[in-house]
């Protein structure tokens, strides 16, 4: 590799490395070199135990042996060290002035403690409804009419200025399963957001009662 592109693959190389800390790992390997001396250069090399003069990897050696003269960048693939830890890593293939491969940039970014974190996350965030759609809402008492007024219309469909009575009596028995009348006083709110008395309120609520099976006539 011509030195001056080389000083600038090195200079590139260190400020990745100081960019994302000592859990990346940077080296440049020159394809001019002997395969058991491809390294010139490595940067936060704790994390593969390797060193400048040490030799070509399995990618280095592929792209030696075939002289591949128009190889693709392999990016975000996972590598495992020997000691176990697992790295997220790319390859690139830098050109020389005559157009070959005559250098490969590798980083290699330490991601063991992310997974390990990931798990724990996981372990934390899973619920046992996995077919959950979305997270139930948490409300405060004090929101919780406010909130059950705006599912009843989304219920029924149609703003209140266009609701009938049958759609009045669908809101409000909704409301009433929903428990919203133990919200001290909410038939006040609830009969006058749909524009009726509350005398009327309690006989929408009342019917709803008749109509149940057995809550008249049944046998003791």
């Known amino acids: 590799m011509e030195s001056g592109k080389l000083e600038m693959l090195l200079q590139i190389a260190r400020g990745i490395a100081a960019q994302f800390g000592e859990s990346c790992e940077v080296v440049v390997h020159d ?22 003069g040490d030799g070509a990897s399995t990618v280095v050696i592929e792209q ?29 293939y830098i050109r020389n002035g ?16 992310l997974l390990m974190l990931e798990g724990t996350l996981r372990e ?5 409804e996995s077919g959950q759609a979305e997270p139930e809402r948490i409300v ?14 989304t219920l029924v469909g149609k703003p209140v200025s266009l609701m009938n009575k049958d759609d009045k009596v669908r ?3 909704f409301l009433n399963e929903k428990g919203a009348f133990l919200v001290t006083k909410s038939s006040d709110k609830i009969a006058k957001f749909f ?3 509350k005398y009327t309120l309690y006989s929408y609520i009342d019917a709803k009662r008749r109509e149940e099976p057995g809550e008249e006539g049944k046998e003791q």
């Open 31 to 52: 394809l001019a070199q002997h395969p058991d001396h491809t390294i010139v250069a490595i940067y936060n090399g704790h994390i593969s135990g390797r060193k400048v």
């Open 124 to 128: 934390l965030t899973a619920t046992r």
């Open 195 to 197: 524009g009726i008395s």
């Open 64 to 92: 030696m042996k075939t002289n591949d003269p128009d190889p693709e960048d392999h990016l975000c693939y996972l590598t495992k060290t020997p000691d176990g830890k697992i790295l997220k890593s790319s390859t690139f």
């Open 171 to 173: 809101a409000i028995r």
């Open 98 to 113: 005559k157009g070959k491969v005559g250098a490969i940039l590798a980083v290699n970014y330490d991601i063991s403690r």
């Open 140 to 153: 405060n008492i004090n929101d919780m009419l406010d909130e059950l007024i705006g599912q009843s219309v």
